[in-house]
């Protein structure tokens, strides 16, 4: 059976950047373009030329694409002058796209008080504005803005708007909600009677906002009633709330009924493997914490914490998963947490190379102790470190590298010989090895930024200077993250450290400590994090 064409449009680079706090560089938006090409995305949205500087430069050494095709931004003339006399269409027109979008109003409330002009001027500013993109020879596609808005209020009205710009010679119009309030069935029985007004729904495109979380439920239910492109973008950015995601779109596309048998959307399958990548790509480029939450991508999508789920999974894994993680580029995960029984634990113990025979008796010790520490405050679905150091001291088989005999950190706000504020923090840790005392000490005097001037920072840095004959083992260790959070241990208060240190050979683990006190639960998760490493890299006692 021959597949429908289902054409995807992303708008990252355009109503992405509209997002509050996001704030593309050129570079940044190159790079995304070139990701969003080669995933196999129909049109690429650049931006709008001539609205900033970096939107023009970005048009002015326009990216290469093989596949997309590249699409400038911009509104319909205004009011009282012609086409070509419009510099702001100008200037999107100069951009030299082989793709215009323009956005322009089909809501009448829209025209006569946003813009303040006529009804029929701005039907006519629709035809004449499509009109000359046309002859300059693009391809027009028009984002009707509020158009499910303007459609309840003036049906009549917001139609001509759609009919003039296909009359004009568009290849799309896209119905675009707006304002995100506009709910998946509202959509779907919209497209029928719009589709039924005789615009053809190959040239029908759809344009949610994520303000009642349906953008991609609303995005799917105008498919499902006849429209052929999708507007979207990466991890769902743009205006207020957010656009229809196409990370969680694209999957669902070519891998859920009806849509994989019915539509070529131009990606291939082997692509999907990518789209882990690409969705985390951004979120570095945003310095934003990629959400683990997120459908297929997120680092929990395939997590199965419950100990039901977990011995289900390790029996056949779609008990519990709709899809296979790889597919997306995703992996699964069985965490250790107070939910777990033994079947997580065994998974765990397996990735960690430690092999313990089903009905074993140390498993419930195992299980028990790690239930009772996270009763305390311990959170070992994220310590994956730790957690194997207690598993290993059950099982008998932690080595005892070095003894801590004592630390003393110090912390001091003072102004250097400049008069600047600085904090200094000094650490000074008593270790025994097999009998010999090693005196380290570390301050954070000569450190990079302000984050690094911490009294975590010189513990670990003084543990980590001299470590006797196991120095050279931990020489590429660095400390790269550390997250505090004030928790419940039993009946008291606690507080909890995670840290995440990382290696020379690109390894990152997560160690974690719980103490009353700051400083301590931040040794403890220190000293975990030095052990894992000796463990690891097979130094021995
Ligand atoms: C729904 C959407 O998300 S559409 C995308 C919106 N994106 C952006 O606005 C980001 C880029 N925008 C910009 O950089 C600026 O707004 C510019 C450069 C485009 C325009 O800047 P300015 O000329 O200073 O205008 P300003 O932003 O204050 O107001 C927009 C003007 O466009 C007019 N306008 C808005 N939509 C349209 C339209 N579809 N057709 C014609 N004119 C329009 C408004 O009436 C207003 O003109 P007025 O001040 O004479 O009433
Ligand atoms: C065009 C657009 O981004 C919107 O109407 O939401």
């Known amino acids: 059976m021959t597949r429908e064409k289902l054409s995807l449009f992303?708008?990252?680079?355009?109503?992405?950047?509209?997002?509050?706090?996001?704030?593309?560089?050129?570079?940044?938006?190159?790079?995304?373009?070139?990701a969003l090409d080669t995933l196999g995305l129909d049109y690429v949205e650049g931006g709008w030329p001539g609205a900033n500087p970096t939107d023009s430069d970005f048009f002015d050494a326009a990216p290469t694409l093989d596949h997309a095709t590249f699409t400038a931004f911009g509104m319909t003339k205004r009011a009282g002058r012609s086409a070509a006399n419009d510099e702001v269409l100008a200037s999107?027109?100069?951009?030299?796209?082989?793709?215009?979008?323009?956005?322009?109003?089909?809501?009448?409330?829209?025209?006569?008080?946003?813009?303040?002009?006529?009804?029929?001027?701005?039907?006519?500013?629709?035809?004449?504005?499509?009109a000359h993109v046309v002859a300059q020879g693009r391809e027009a596609l028009f984002d009707a803005e509020h158009f499910f808005d303007g459609y309840k209020a003036n049906r009549e009205y917001a139609l001509g708007c759609l009919h003039?710009?296909?009359?004009?010679?568009?290849?799309?119009?896209?119905?675009?909600?707006?304002?995100?309030?506009?709910?998946?069935?509202?959509?779907?029985?919209?497209?029928?009677?719009?589709?039924?007004?005789?615009?053809p729904g190959e040239k029908l495109g759809i344009h949610?906002?994520?303000?009642?979380?349906?953008?991609?439920?609303?995005?799917?239910?105008?498919v499902d009633a006849g429209a052929r492109q999708i507007q979207g973008t990466l991890n769902g950015l743009g205006e207020r709330c957010g656009n229809a995601n196409l990370i969680s779109l694209i999957p669902t596309l070519l891998l859920k009924e009806p849509y994989a048998s019915q539509f070529d959307i131009g990606i291939p399958l082997e692509k999907l493997g990518d789209l882990t990548q690409i969705s985390r790509m951004l979120?570095?480029?945003?310095?934003?914490?990629?959400?683990?939450?997120?459908?297929?991508?997120?680092a929990s999508a395939f997590t199965h914490k419950a100990g039901l789920h977990a011995s289900a999974i390790l029996k056949d894994p779609t008990t519990y998963e709709h899809v296979v993680p790889e597919t997306v580029g995703n992996a699964r995960v069985v965490p250790m947490s107070n939910q777990a029984g033994q079947s997580n634990l065994r998974q765990r113990l397996e990735e960690a190379g430690i092999a313990v025979e089903k009905g074993d008796a140390r498993l419930s010790e195992i299980l028990n102790e790690v239930k009772r520490r996270e009763d305390q405050g311990y959170a070992y679905d994220s310590a994956k470190g730790s957690f194997e150091l207690v598993a290993?001291?059950?099982?008998?088989?932690l080595p005892r590298f070095f003894?801590?005999?004592?630390?003393?950190?110090?912390?001091?706000?003072?102004?250097?010989?400049?008069?600047?504020?600085?904090?200094?923090?000094?650490?000074?840790?008593?270790?025994?090895?097999?009998?010999?005392?090693?005196?380290?000490?570390?301050?954070?005097?000569?450190?990079?930024?302000?984050?690094?001037?911490?009294?975590?920072?010189?513990?670990?840095?003084?543990?980590?200077?001299?470590?006797?004959?196991?120095?050279?083992?931990?020489?590429?260790?660095?400390?790269?993250?550390?997250?505090?959070?004030?928790?419940?241990?039993?009946?008291?208060?606690?507080?909890?450290?995670?840290?995440?240190?990382?290696?020379?050979?690109?390894?990152?683990?997560?160690?974690?400590?719980v103490s009353a006190n700051i400083v301590d639960a931040s040794f403890q998760a220190l000293s975990d994090a030095v052990t894992w490493k000796l463990i690891r890299d097979g130094a021995t006692a």
Request: hydrophobic content about 40%; some cysteine; proline content about 2%.
């Open 164 to 199: 003039d710009a296909l009359q004009a010679g568009c290849r799309w119009v896209v119905l675009c909600d707006t304002n995100g309030g506009t709910l998946p069935g509202e959509i779907g029985r919209i497209v029928t009677e719009v589709i039924a007004s005789g615009v």
């Open 92 to 130: 999107v027109l100069n951009a030299n796209t082989p793709a215009v979008c323009l956005v322009g109003k089909s809501h009448d409330f829209h025209v006569t008080t946003a813009l303040n002009i006529t009804l029929d001027e701005n039907r006519e500013n629709i035809r004449e504005s499509f």
């Open 392 to 397: 290993r001291g059950i099982l008998g088989q």
């Open 208 to 222: 949610t906002h994520n303000d009642t979380e349906t953008a991609v439920a609303g995005a799917l239910a105008a």
């Open 403 to 513: 003894d801590v005999e004592r630390y003393r950190v110090m912390v001091e706000k003072r102004r250097n010989a400049r008069g600047e504020k600085i904090t200094v923090s000094e650490a000074v840790v008593v270790v025994n090895i097999g009998g010999e005392r090693i005196i380290s000490a570390a301050d954070s005097f000569f450190a990079e930024s302000e984050a690094d001037q911490g009294p975590v920072h010189a513990l670990s840095a003084a543990l980590r200077r001299d470590l006797g004959r196991y120095q050279s083992f931990i020489n590429d260790m660095k400390l790269v993250d550390f997250k505090v959070r004030i928790t419940n241990g039993g009946t008291e208060a606690v507080t909890r450290v995670l840290i995440d240190s990382e290696d020379g050979q690109g390894r990152r683990w997560s160690t974690v400590g």
């Open 283 to 298: 979120d570095d480029i945003l310095n934003r914490v990629p959400n683990r939450h997120a459908a297929y991508v997120g």
């Open 10 to 34: 992303d708008t990252t680079l355009r109503d992405g950047q509209q997002t509050h706090g996001v704030d593309f560089s050129l570079e940044d938006k190159r790079r995304i373009a070139r």
